[in-house]
C-alpha cells in the first residue's frame, strides 16, 4: 500500500512569518512529488512539482525533497492571508502514471 | 471556456435514480482522471482514461460506469448509490501519461446520495 502522509493541522502562522508544510511518503521509487492548493469548497490548484533532491523555488514557495529520507516539503514565505488553505501532496510513484495524495494540511495565516 | 469544467457543480439524488456527471477539458489533453474526494479522506482515484481508454480501473464499485467517447470528454454515470458515495467528484487532465505531466482538476461535482 502506497501511503502519503500529511499532519492535518491547523497550521497556524501570523502574516509575514514563513509556514512550513511537510509530507513523508512510503513507496522508495517515487520519482516525482506536486504541492496542490485547495481552497475549502474548491478544486486543487497545483502549485508546485519537483523531481530531483534538493530545493526548487517559485515566488514566494519553496519546494524541498529528500529522497533518502522519503521527506517532501513546501516552505511558503511572507505568508499571507489568502495563502489559507489546505494543501495536498501527491506523489507519483514508480512506475505509475498516476498520483497518491495525502489527506492535506490546513494552513491557517492570520492578520 | 478555459481550462476543466465539470457539470452539474451540484447534484442531489435518490439511491435509485441515475445521473451522470460530465466533464470536459479545453487543454488539447490526452489523458483524463475521475477522483472521488470524501472528508477527512486523501483524494481516491476512481478512473483513468489515456486516448479514449482505460488503464487504469482502481476497484470502484460496478454503480459507477465511466464513458470517454474521445479526449476531450469524460462522463461517470451513476446508478443505485448509496448514502456513503456522498462526495466531491473531481475530473482532472494532463497532456499524458508519466513523469512530466501534471494533472489540472476542474471544479467538481458535489454530490449529495439520500
Known amino acids: 500500500q502506497k501511503e502519503v502522509e500529511q499532519n492535518s493541522g491547523p497550521l497556524s502562522v501570523p502574516e509575514g512569518a514563513i509556514a512550513s508544510l511537510n509530507c513523508t511518503y512510503s513507496?522508495?521509487?517515487?520519482?516525482?512529488f506536486f504541492w496542490y492548493r485547495q481552497y475549502s469548497g474548491k478544486s486543487p490548484e497545483l502549485i508546485m512539482f519537483?523531481?530531483?533532491?534538493g530545493d526548487k523555488e517559485d515566488g514566494r514557495f519553496t519546494a524541498q525533497l529528500n529522497k533518502a529520507s522519503q521527506y517532501v516539503s513546501l516552505l511558503i514565505r511572507d505568508s499571507q492571508p489568502s495563502d489559507s488553505a489546505t494543501y495536498l501532496c501527491?506523489?507519483?510513484?514508480?512506475?505509475?502514471?498516476?498520483?497518491?495524495f495525502g489527506k492535506g494540511t490546513m494552513l491557517l495565516v492570520s492578520p | 471556456e478555459t481550462g476543466v469544467t465539470q457539470t452539474p457543480r451540484h447534484l442531489v439524488m435518490g439511491m435509485t435514480n441515475k445521473k451522470s456527471l460530465k466533464c470536459e477539458q479545453h487543454?488539447?489533453?490526452?489523458?483524463m482522471y475521475w477522483y472521488k474526494q470524501s472528508a477527512k479522506k486523501p483524494l481516491e482515484l476512481m478512473f483513468v482514461?489515456?486516448?479514449?481508454?482505460?488503464?487504469e480501473n482502481n476497484s470502484v464499485p460496478s454503480r459507477f460506469s465511466p464513458e470517454c467517447p474521445n479526449s476531450s470528454h469524460l462522463f461517470l454515470h451513476l446508478h443505485t448509490l448509496q448514502p456513503e458515495d456522498s462526495a466531491l467528484y473531481l475530473c482532472?487532465?494532463?497532456?499524458?501519461?508519466?513523469?512530466?505531466?501534471?494533472?489540472?482538476f476542474g471544479p467538481g461535482t458535489r454530490l449529495t446520495v439520500l
Open positions: 482532472a487532465s494532463s497532456q499524458g501519461l508519466g513523469m512530466g505531466n501534471e494533472q489540472f
Open positions: 513507496d522508495r521509487g517515487s520519482q516525482s
Open positions: 519537483i523531481y530531483s533532491n
Open positions: 501527491a506523489v507519483r510513484n514508480s512506475g505509475y502514471s498516476t498520483l497518491t
Open positions: 487543454l488539447g489533453h490526452n489523458a
Open positions: 482514461y489515456s486516448l479514449e481508454e482505460r488503464v
